[in-house]
Nanobody
Framework: QVQLVESGGGSVQAGGSLRLSCAAS????????MGWFRQAPGKEREFVTA????????YYADSVKGRFTISRDNAKSTVYLQMNSLKPEDTAVYYC?????????????????WGQGTQVTVSS
């Protein structure tokens, strides 16, 4: 059974930065695309960013492009989300997810495993 454990969430003022980590169990981490999604109170879960298994391609939601950076360290079976210039509207629970194939996708049904989520709160 694959487990994903997120860490690094917290509270920060607008304009600040946070770095989320997601450590995965299981073998062949590099064989799977990884994604980050978020869900704000009263809203549906939305795509944030994704990265292919070899890290060669990344995708971002327009709302975070230029501020967030996804990366991965396959030797450590870990994916990261560097969040800069945070805004109050970035406040949400952030989830990492592991895909079923090496590709990266923007829709949640493409992902087979999900972490428990980590809270990010940005105050104005």
């Amino acid at each position: 059974q694959v487990q994903l454990v997120e860490s690094g969430g917290g509270s920060v003022q607008a304009g600040g930065s946070l770095r989320l980590s997601c450590a995965a169990s299981g073998r062949t981490f590099s064989s799977y695309g990884m994604g980050w999604f978020r869900q704000a109170p009263g809203k549906e879960r939305e795509f944030v960013t994704a990265i292919t298994g070899n890290g060669g391609s990344t995708y971002y939601a327009d709302s975070v492009k230029g501020r967030f950076t996804i990366s991965r360290d396959n030797a450590k079976s870990t994916v990261y989300l560097q969040m800069n210039s945070l805004k109050p509207e970035d406040t949400a629970v952030y989830y990492c997810a592991r895909g079923r194939v090496p590709g990266a996708f923007t829709w949640s049904s493409a992902y087979a495993y999900w972490g428990q989520g980590t809270q990010v709160t940005v105050s104005s």
